[in-house]
């Protein structure tokens, strides 16, 4: 039974730059939510879709954006990149409603 | 929105002993309560999780217990391992919601 995967593992991007983010679910699952986890803190919520909707929102600015495909994959989409947008991304996978989320491995993204 | 705190932020313990770590919350609508182990370089793992409807919850070595009147629920690990270092962190959410993290305790256990 195939885990939450996530790619890439490292990336590393300059200022100004756009990045996109990868995320399969765990099989069966069909909602995908992603978070943001500074070094030392724990995970912020970003967006959460399902339906190929975004369903929630955190408390984050329109450069970050998100996409469902029908297979349920997700991508998180970040513009205009600021050194403060280095940190863990993570993907966490459920079942429409369940709360109960599981977590991949997360990217690394380094802006410099 | 919710506000999850986490309580000691590193904790050590002697290989045998218990440990025990403390989040309280502010919205009293949360009713699901998970905790999430993170070891260094990898995604949050789910060792256990409670509902608002019942008080307590034990899986072998771990149980989470859930006092919704003082909005407080811990962690409790028994008879630690060094395999069980690592960071933990308890989440808060209500459905229809968005899961609030504590900051998380990183427990070192000393063989």
């Known amino acids: 039974d195939a885990g939450v995967t996530q790619s890439p593992t490292h990336l590393i991007k300059t200022r100004g730059q756009q990045v996109t983010l990868r995320c399969s679910p765990k099989?069966?699952?069909?909602?995908v939510s992603w978070y943001q986890q500074a070094l030392g803190q724990g995970p912020q919520f970003i967006f959460q879709?399902?339906?190929?909707?975004?369903?929630q929102r955190g408390n984050f600015p329109d450069r970050f954006s998100g996409h469902q495909f029908p297979n349920y994959s997700s991508e998180l989409n970040v513009n205009a990149l600021l050194l403060g947008d280095s940190a863990l991304y993570l993907c966490?996978?459920?079942?429409?409603?369940?709360?109960?989320?599981?977590f991949g491995p997360g990217t690394r993204l380094t802006v410099l | 929105g919710e506000n999850v705190e986490q309580h000691p932020s590193t904790l050590s313990v002697q290989e045998g002993d218990s440990a025990v770590i403390k989040c309280t919350y502010s919205?009293?609508?949360?009713?699901?309560f998970p905790w999430y182990k993170q070891e260094l370089g990898k995604g949050p793992q789910l060792i256990i999780d409670?509902?608002?409807?019942?008080g307590e919850k034990k899986d072998q070595r771990i149980a989470v217990t859930l006092n919704k009147t003082a909005k407080h629920f811990s962690l409790h690990i028994t008879e630690t391992q060094p395999e069980d270092s690592a960071v933990y962190f308890c989440?808060?959410?209500?459905?229809?919601?968005?899961?609030?993290f504590g900051t998380g305790t990183s427990l070192t256990v000393i063989p």
């Open positions: 966490a996978s459920s079942l429409w409603p369940s709360d109960t989320q599981y």
């Open positions: 099989s069966g699952h069909d909602t």
């Open positions: 879709y399902y339906e190929e909707e975004e369903r």
């Open positions: 919205d009293s609508a949360s009713n699901y």
């Open positions: 409670i509902r608002s409807n019942v």
């Open positions: 989440a808060a959410f209500y459905t229809g919601n968005q899961f609030y």
